[in-house]
């Protein structure tokens, strides 16, 4: 990846501890290198990306890429979405989906709801990665304008 792509922080949201490790294994296997910030509940996620006062400034600026899981323990992924994408600051934020389920209405709403990529468990790893690099480039290559 190139520098501008190396900035581009990808903030995990997974609660199954073997499965976050899975991810990470694959994403450092294909080379990617950029700083992986894990979360195991969609509310500590959300702290972080909205901080403490949900106002969503906490990111203004950043280049972020996040991978959610929909079944976390404390709320639906599908929630976490919602919420980011309601939010002047992190709606531009580029989001890959990772879940079990194959529905095609869940799928649907996830894309309605702002998801870039929908990716069902168990994955195909050589495509998820692409899918990771692919939107990596594109976040560092685009001048994301900020909200006014």
């Known amino acids: 990846m190139s520098d501008a792509a190396a900035a581009v922080k990808i903030v995990m949201i997974e609660d199954d501890v073997g499965h976050a490790r899975l991810i990470e294994k694959n994403i450092r296997r294909a080379g ?9 509940t969609g509310s500590d996620a959300l702290a972080y990306l909205l901080g403490a006062d949900g106002a969503g400034e906490a990111c203004r600026g950043q280049q ?7 079944n976390l323990p404390d709320m639906s992924g599908l929630a976490v979405l919602e919420r980011m994408k309601a939010n002047i600051h992190t709606r531009r934020i580029m989001v890959i989906v990772l879940t079990t389920t194959d529905d095609p209405r869940e799928i649907a709403r996830c894309y309605d709801l ?7 468990k168990p994955m195909q790893y050589d495509k998820f990665v692409q899918a990771i690099q692919q939107l990596g480039m594109f976040v560092a290559v685009m001048k ?5």
């Open 32 to 40: 990617v290198t950029n700083e992986i910030v894990p979360f195991e």
């Open 64 to 70: 972020i890429l996040v991978l959610l899981d929909l």
């Open 114 to 120: 702002g998801a870039n990529v929908y990716v069902s």
């Open 144 to 148: 994301i304008p900020e909200a006014e």
